[in-house]
């Protein structure tokens, strides 16, 4: 049975960080490119980083680059996500996702499998 379990979500200020976590079972972790997408409240899902089988290429949204770091350690089956400098526009669920094709992930809305969410909230 297939699982990706988010966790680290939670409340933050303005320009603070988080450390979002994902962990995998089920598949072969390292066959897989990993990734995040978010959706916040009236708005599609939309793609925010991704990160090849063995951590080799990154890829990530223009709105978060600079500032959100993606990684991967494939002895754990897990896979990361550090936000810093985070912003009230960051607010969302995020979703945790693996596909055996990374481009399918930079689309944000398609992947083999997807976590159940974790909420991230950015506010004074």
């Known amino acids: 049975q297939v699982q990706l379990v988010e966790s680290g979500g939670g409340l933050v200020q303005p320009g603070g960080s988080l450390r979002l976590s994902c962990a995998a079972s089920g598949f072969t972790f390292s066959k897989y490119a990993m990734g995040w997408s978010r959706q916040a409240p009236g708005k599609e899902r939309e793609f925010v980083a991704a990160i090849s089988t063995i951590g080799v290429f990154k890829y990530y949204a223009d709105s978060v680059k600079g500032r959100f770091t993606i990684s991967r350690d494939n002895a754990k089956n897990t896979v990361s996500l550090q936000m810093d400098s985070l912003k009230p526009d960051d607010t969302a669920v995020y979703y945790c996702?693996?596909?055996?094709?990374?481009?399918?992930?930079?689309?944000?809305?398609?992947?083999?499998?997807w976590g159940q969410g974790t909420q991230v909230t950015v506010s004074s």
């Open positions: 996702a693996a596909d055996s094709q990374v481009g399918r992930l930079r689309d944000g809305r398609l992947a083999d499998y």
